[in-house]
């Protein structure tokens, strides 16, 4: 491998990601295909992070909107990437790639709590270290959880895998002449209001000067392009 640009990232993973075409909110085919994705780039010598959300299955914020507390809600929401979490170490250990899954709650039966030097060390051992509950607090999403761990294990960029290759100028699933940025400050993120990540993520990664990377993880290969510099994707940067 060349030089490469990035060499350790931070891969954040809706849960939408893990959802098959028939409903499935976890479809064993396509989790096993985007493991294969992180597998491919793992094994090209990346040092991965990985923190997952868990939108296919529950979040907060829709409870609360038929009258549930919004705690309890966004707690349910953390429980839903755990599940996610164990999905993905699942699929990339049943193809030999070695984790370990930290949750920022606690839950020593099912897998490590969060000690970012422990996780440090996994890392330094050649293991992906999967990420689970987000920041671990509610009100909160897994997009904070990401901006938050990749400055935490001082990644140099945070991948976001998503199903449209790249930031546009409009929905380009509605708008025919929207127009992709390939690079796009954060600043003009948060002003324009454009659809990366929450305000509080891009400002984290502002802050820490953490380039975002939008790319579609859907298209086979693309997370080993784009990180090569070659596949179509925005950067967000300062
Ligand atoms: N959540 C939370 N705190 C966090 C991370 C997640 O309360 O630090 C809850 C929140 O309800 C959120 C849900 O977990 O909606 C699932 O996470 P998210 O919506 O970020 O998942 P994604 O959209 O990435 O699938």
Redesign the pocket.
């Known amino acids: 491998m060349s030089t490469p640009r990035f060499k350790r990232i931070l891969l954040k993973l809706?849960?939408?990601v893990l959802m098959g075409e028939g409903g499935l909110s976890i479809d064993p085919d396509t989790v096993a295909r985007v493991a294969a994705e992180i597998a491919d780039v793992r094994a090209q010598g990346y040092e991965l992070c990985i923190v997952v959300?868990?939108?296919?299955i529950?979040?907060?914020?829709s409870g609360a909107a038929r009258g549930m507390d919004r705690a309890t809600?966004?707690?349910m929401?953390?429980l839903?990437?755990v599940m996610n979490a164990l999905a993905v170490q699942n699929a990339l250990e049943q193809i030999g790639v070695q984790t370990r899954v930290q949750s920022?709650i606690p839950m020593a039966s099912v897998c490590e709590p969060f000690i970012r030097r422990r996780a440090e060390r996994h890392l330094e051992k050649g293991r992906i270290v999967i990420f689970a509950?987000?920041?671990?607090?509610?009100?909160?999403?897994?997009?904070?959880?990401a901006a938050l761990r990749a400055a935490e294990m001082k990644c140099d960029a945070l991948f976001k895998g998503t199903s449209v290759d790249g930031v546009y100028d409009a929905d380009p699933k509605q708008v025919a002449t929207a127009i992709r940025y390939p690079t796009v400050s954060y600043d003009r993120v948060l002003s324009d209001n454009l659809k990366v990540m929450d305000a509080s993520a891009v400002a984290l990664c502002r802050d820490n000067n953490i380039p975002i990377v939008v790319f579609n993880i859907r298209e086979r290969g693309n997370l080993a392009r784009v990180l090569a510099g070659d596949g179509t994707s925005t950067i967000v940067q300062a």
């Open positions: 809706s849960g939408e959300g868990g939108g296919n529950f979040r907060g914020i809600g966004d707690y929401g953390m839903a990437t920022a509950a987000g920041v671990g607090s509610p009100f909160f999403t897994t997009d904070s959880g």
